[in-house]
């Protein structure tokens, strides 16, 4: 089966770096997905890491650890509009892709 | 190229009505997922197709929901009877799929049905 685990809520500051952690037992495990979803929106995509390691795409980086069924999401030079909800998925050979719950996170000034 | 497109956009009906959902996949993917989002969650997989196939329907409440993806392309979501904890975003997604690169394992998400039930 499938499970997914993040935390429900996180609060950073403006300029600051927050990391989001998510953990996995997915049998048959294929991929992690990172997704953001602004209030009201359709989820958008962030990243996919597959191998162990740090993928960096602009402000935002994700990690993956095989081995330890580990993720994390590390958002750099926070600002206002990355107030929104991010969400963990694994995807296992099947294709099937499974969400976590979702973190919500709050940027304050 | 085109976006997954869904059809409505918002939807209101009574209890115990009927009601369907639509989507268009982006052309050329192959697997399409059909998700629910109640306020607050994160999205619940309902059912997936490979082309015209179901892959995966364990979380699809078959007594009352029903799916179809005729010709490997559109699919349609339906509901019937509908039932007031069936208000919720109805999310469709579509993904090219066949490993390897990270484009081909990028899920595309419409811009969801919001299902209201009085």
């Known amino acids: 089966g499938q499970n997914i685990d993040q935390p429900t809520e996180m609060t950073a500051t403006e300029g600051a770096i927050v990391q989001i952690n998510c953990t996995y037992q997915t049998s048959g495990f294929n991929g992690l997905f990172w997704y953001q979803q602004h209030a009201g929106e359709a989820p958008t995509f962030l990243s996919y890491n597959v191998l162990d390691g740090l993928e960096e795409k602009g402000r935002f980086s994700s990690f993956l650890s095989r081995s330890k069924g580990y993720s994390y999401l590390l958002l750099k030079e926070l600002q206002m509009k990355d107030s929104a909800s991010y969400l963990c998925a694994s995807l296992n050979r099947d294709d099937k892709i499974i969400f976590g719950k979702g973190t919500r996170l709050h940027i304050l000034p | 190229e085109a976006g997954v497109a869904q059809s409505p956009r918002y939807k209101i009906i009574e209890k115990r009505q009927s009601v369907a959902f639509w989507c268009n996949p982006i052309?050329?993917?192959?697997?399409l997922y059909w998700y629910q989002q109640i306020l607050g969650q994160g999205p619940k997989l309902l059912i997936q197709f490979q082309n015209n196939g179901v892959v995966d329907d364990s979380q699809l409440p078959k007594d009352r929901f029903s799916a179809e993806r005729l010709k490997g392309v559109d699919s349609t979501l339906k509901i019937q009877p509908a039932k007031l904890e069936d208000s919720a975003v109805y999310l469709c997604a579509s993904r090219r799929g066949g490993g390897g690169r990270s484009s081909y394992n990028e899920q595309f998400f419409g811009p969801g049905t919001r299902l209201t039930v009085l």
């Open positions: 052309s050329g993917h192959a697997t």
